[in-house]
């Protein structure tokens, strides 16, 4: 693997930094809104069953 | 038709998701791995030099960028004809992830359009309908935040993507019909390098999957929403 973009690192590891961080932002922001959902579920349908 | 709405059921959805998930899940990170490997171990391009390695990220946003309008719109067709409810669902999950698809290859071109063309941005065509598409995803998702009744929301929300869908040809064809800094196809006209071939194919797949798996919980997400939110009506009457 070779890591050394030379001169023109200074425009790719913004472009693969920003994918990586909204990348992992919606896996993160659509995995919280799922526990969200389910806890939210799961208290109602204790409440009535 | 008959297959479809068997799947298309929210129940059978959350049971047939539910197994496929963790497979997609995991061919999406074994995807993700190899294709960064590959693509950080090709030689700089004889033109574009080590930029060549932003169109491992560039292309497959962009390929799933398009990719969530056409579902959007197949979905929005299927709800306007059959009136199916989780064709809605569907489409409303996908949106916010083709926004932040489009978001990511307009960036990304940016990016890379600065080192190579000398400018971050062009109003050509191929940019411009590009970012018309955002714009449509934006559209898209503030109409169905806009109307209060669900069904209507729905109805207008189908209208206007397959209204939209008119731009996803023109995004495609853009490069060919106009002259624009964009350069034109490589892939399927074979232009490509083959060195470069596997890992943007690779990078390819595992976007889709990515869109696919994330596409999956967000429809289980809503799914769960519309059972709590049958049930609070239940409890107030």
Known sequence: MNFDMGAYGVYIWPAYGISALAILGAIVWTLAAWRRAKAKLAALEKRNP | ?237
Request: overall charge neutral; hydrophobic content about 60%; charged content about 15%.
């Open chain 2, 1 to 237: 038709m008959n297959i479809l709405f068997r799947y298309a059921n929210p129940h059978e959805f959350m049971r047939l998701s539910a197994a496929v998930l963790p497979f997609v899940a995991v061919a999406t990170a074994l995807c993700f791995a190899a294709g960064l490997y590959l693509g950080f171990s090709v030689p700089p391009d004889y033109q574009q030099g080590t930029t060549v390695t932003l169109m491992f990220i560039h292309v497959p946003a962009d390929v799933v960028a398009e990719l969530a309008y056409g579902a959007i719109a197949v979905c929005s067709l299927l709800s306007l004809v059959w009136r199916h409810p989780l064709s809605d669902t569907a489409a409303r999950a996908a949106a916010p992830l083709g926004a932040l698809f489009t978001a990511l290859a307009i960036i990304t071109g940016a990016l890379w359009g600065k080192p190579m063309w000398g400018t971050y941005w062009v109003w050509d065509a191929r940019l411009t309908s590009f970012l018309l598409l955002l714009f449509l995803y934006l559209g898209y998702m503030a109409l169905w935040s806009a109307i209060e009744d669900e069904t209507r929301a729905a109805r207008a929300c189908a209208i206007l993507a397959l209204i939209g869908l008119a731009d996803i040809p023109i995004i495609k064809f853009s490069v060919d019909w106009w002259n624009t800094l964009h350069q034109g196809e490589s892939i399927m006209s074979g232009k490509i390098a083959p060195v470069y071939l596997a890992p943007l194919m690779i990078m390819m797949l595992g976007y889709v999957l990515l869109f696919l798996t994330l596409w999956m919980v967000r429809i289980r997400t809503a799914i769960l929403e519309r059972r709590a939110r049958a049930l609070m009506r239940e409890a107030a009457s």
